[in-house]
Structure formats: C-alpha cells, structure tokens
C-alpha cells in the first residue's frame, strides 16, 4: 500500500472538471500512460523492455528518487514547487521499487487529470457515513495501480512478448526478468492482456495457522465485460494438503491440473497450471486457469 503526500489527496490542489465513474476513470487514466510510454519510445527511439521508472521521471516532473527507510510504507509521492520527488522504500525487492515508483508516477497522472470519481456504493453508504471517501481513496489506489502496471508492462509489448513465449506458467519469470517487475505483477498482467483467457489466481498459507493448506489470496482475469465473456471464479477457495495443486507449493516443478469454476449459470471444469515461488513463510503459488483451453490428456 503506498501513500501520497500534496497531491491528488489535497483538496485544495484540484478543482474537479468532470465527475467519472472507477470504468470511465479507468480508460482514462491507462490513456495517459500510454501517452507516457510513447513519448518515451519516440525519445529513446526503441520499445525494448525494461520500462523503467527513472526513464518517465523526466517526462512527468519527477525530479528524483529517494531510497529510504520507510517502515510499512511501499513509496511516497512529495510535490514541490518545482516537480515532484518520489521515496521508495529501500528495504522491499528492486522489482517491487520499481512497482511503487511506477504507482507513485500513477498519482501525478491522477492528480493531472483533476477528475472526480463518483463512486456508488449506496447501501454501503447507509450503514457508514465514511465509506464514500474510504471508496473513493482505494478507488484511486486502484487507478494507479492499473497506471503502474501500463507504464512497466505497456499491453502492445508486453503482448509481444507474451506471445512469443506462449501463454503458460513457466513464461511468468521470464516476462518478469525482461519487464523487471515481481513475479505476481507479470502473471497478474498475463491474464489481463493475454488474447487466450486467462485467469491468474495467487494462493497463501496463512502463517501461525495449523491447518495446512493454501487460500486464495486474489483473483485476476476475464470479467463479465472483457474479452473472456465470464466471471470464472474457483468453487473452493482452499487448496488442501492431499490436492495436486499442493504439491506446486511443496516442490519447486510446475504442476497441472483441473479445478472447478463457477460460471453464472453453473459449474466447468478448467485446466489449470500452477507454480510455487518464494522461500519459507513466504512462500506462494500462482495458477494460471484457461477457460477455452480443452485438453484431456495433458491435464
Ligand atoms: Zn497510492
């Protein structure tokens, strides 16, 4: 979770010029990134991976980054009268800096835009006052990470890429190497640009419990109005200790095999791929799930 400081936060700092729901506001915000990453392209002359935050800075008035102690805090976003200075926390992995600085990039595109959200959530709303603006200021956490994610992984690219390594679990830490982002951000990123649905599922042991399984942790992929048509999501949310996908937890070799989704009008069967990363507590396993993908034998 990162934080901002005098920026798109401040009320005196904007005067809204027009009011966009998180879809409209969505559109709007990756337009700008990818305005972002052309007039990077034109300047360099090249779209080679990586896409680095210190090559936006100079285009959006980021002056420069500051590694620090942040504690809890991912990166903060200062303005000054003359640009802008982005902390990052000097303690997280360099792919993960990375993914904060770009987040942080996010916030001064927001904050350009001067747009507000209008957020409905009316029954929320009933039971508490606050949650307009609590919506309303993770909506805006969201934007920008959907800006990060376009800024370091930009679609046409990143596409490129992916098709030229094949839409599959072992592809994750090569596009993750190339694009220098963690390897959550780049299988989150395959299931939202991949031509093939997909859907990326993260799954966590939840540490000092007993019980030795895995939860479902998020879920990203083919919404009701994108490309896949559906919202798949797992029946179970719990990967048990005796399952299959398990053992991509306790061993380091991809596993594949099938898992129930739910549809809205019933239940299917998916071929799913899944892969443990990461050391000791934490430790975690992404799947990769095809709606379209019909395989018998494979799986
Ligand atoms: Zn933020």
């Not at 936060?9 to 305005?35: G, H, K």
């Amino acid at each position: 979770m990162s934080t901002n400081y005098l920026t798109s936060d401040s009320p005196t700092s904007q005067v809204p010029s027009s009011s966009l729901n998180l879809e409209q506001a969505t559109i709007l915000i990756i337009e700008r990134a990818r305005q972002l990453v052309n007039r990077l392209v034109v300047q360099r002359g090249h779209e080679k991976p990586p896409f680095l935050p210190e090559e936006f800075a100079p285009l959006q008035g980021i002056k420069k980054f500051v590694k620090a102690d942040l504690g809890e805090l991912s990166a903060v976003l200062l303005r000054f009268h003359d640009g802008y200075v982005i902390k990052v926390n000097e303690k997280h992995q360099p792919s993960r800096q990375n993914f904060s600085c770009a987040h942080e990039i996010g916030h001064a595109l927001l904050s350009e835009l001067k747009i507000e959200l209008c957020i409905e959530d009316v029954e929320f709303r009933t039971f508490n006052p606050q949650a307009p603006a609590i919506a309303r200021a993770r909506a805006k956490e969201r934007l920008c990470n959907v800006a990060a994610a376009e800024l370091l992984m930009p679609e046409m690219v990143f596409k490129k890429y992916l098709s030229d390594f094949g839409v599959s679990i072992n592809s994750i830490e090569w596009l993750a190497n190339i694009f220098r982002v963690s390897i959550r951000a780049a299988a989150f990123r395959i299931a939202e640009v991949s031509a093939e649905p997909c859907i990326a599922l993260l799954w966590l042991s939840r540490p000092g419990t007993k019980s030795k399984a895995l939860h479902l942790s998020r879920r990203v992929g083919p919404g009701k109005k994108s490309r896949g048509g559906a919202n798949y999501m797992p029946v179970h949310a719990l990967i048990k200790r005796k399952s299959t996908l398990y053992k991509a937890y306790q061993y380091d070799n991809p596993v594949k095999c099938h898992k129930l989704f739910r549809l809205d009008a019933g239940v299917k069967r998916l071929p799913v791929e899944s892969k443990g990363f990461g050391y000791g507590e934490t430790r975690y396993v992404i799947s990769l799930a095809f709606p379209t993908r019909w395989s018998k034998a494979k799986y």
